[in-house]
């Protein structure tokens, strides 16, 4: 989470504004009712999330993890 979600969700808590979020990052405001959701299901949208790093090599543990990573979608 960044501080820019803790930024605007601190925002929105405050009723200073709303913002979109990551769900895993209000679940629990949104289950305690301090956050609600605006609109209707139909305003939820699926979110495709890529990882991306600089061509090259990397120290021993940045490669392991990305092949570890690659090998979760063969």
Known sequence: ???????FKK????????GW????????ELADGRLVPIGTDA???ELDIRLYRAKGRHQH??????DAIDDLGT
């Open 1 to 7: 989470q960044s501080m820019g979600v803790d930024l």
């Open 11 to 18: 925002l929105a808590l405050n009723r200073k504004g709303f």
């Open 21 to 28: 979020f990551p769900e895993f990052s209000v679940k629990e």
């Open 43 to 45: 305003h939820i949208i």
């Open 61 to 66: 543990v940045v490669d392991k993890v990305w």
